[in-house]
């Protein structure tokens, strides 16, 4: 039986399989979350330069073609709603780290620190971890733009609309996610 390491990103809620197998396999689960209304914008630009597939919501050529704000109503009221049950449901797991994009935004090598650590993994290589924040790997079309407060400029009737659905569960704290 070899212990091995890897790192897997997997955009699922937690639940009791989850659990089962965080529980089963020791895994280290690492939650990064962001502001929801940049995380709107995000989504948009995504969709229209990448892929229309995506786990949030069934998206269609139809929909990449509306204006920006339709589109990112289209967004809130389909997609946020995913991102909010993600949210909450990782609230119950009392083993998650949780990374604010935030955070990794200013402090990449403190947050891989920290994860590591919460990894067990004592043997902390800085310049290893210099090297892969920084890989050395040019820019490509793929990378999304990446930068905090775009949602700031969603109409006020999309923001009421998150506040609402937050609303629904008034025992969370929301703050790190942009919604006071």
């Not at 659905?165 to 969370?172: A, D, E, G, H, L």
């Amino acid at each position: 039986n070899r212990k091995t390491s890897l790192v897997c990103q997997h955009h699922v809620r937690y639940n009791e399989k989850t659990r089962d197998i965080v529980d089963r396999f020791s895994i280290a689960p690492v939650v990064l979350v962001r502001d929801l209304h940049d995380c709107v914008v995000s989504l948009r630009d995504h969709l229209r330069r990448e892929s229309v597939d995506n786990t949030m919501a069934f998206v269609t050529g139809d929909h990449i073609k509306l204006s920006d704000e339709d589109l990112e109503t289209f967004i809130v009221q389909m997609a946020i709603p995913w991102y909010i049950n993600f949210y909450v449901s990782w609230q119950d797991c009392p083993s998650a780290l949780w990374v604010n994009y935030r955070e990794l935004a200013t402090d990449g090598n403190g947050v891989v620190e920290k994860i590591l650590a919460h990894c067990g993994r004592l043997d902390i290589d800085e310049e290893a971890i210099k090297i892969a924040l920084g890989n050395g790997m040019p820019a490509t079309d793929r990378l999304n733009v990446g930068q905090q407060g775009r949602g700031r400029a969603l109409s006020e009737e999309n923001k009421a609309l998150i506040r609402l659905y937050c609303s629904y569960y008034p025992s969370v704290d929301f703050s790190p996610v942009g919604v006071n």
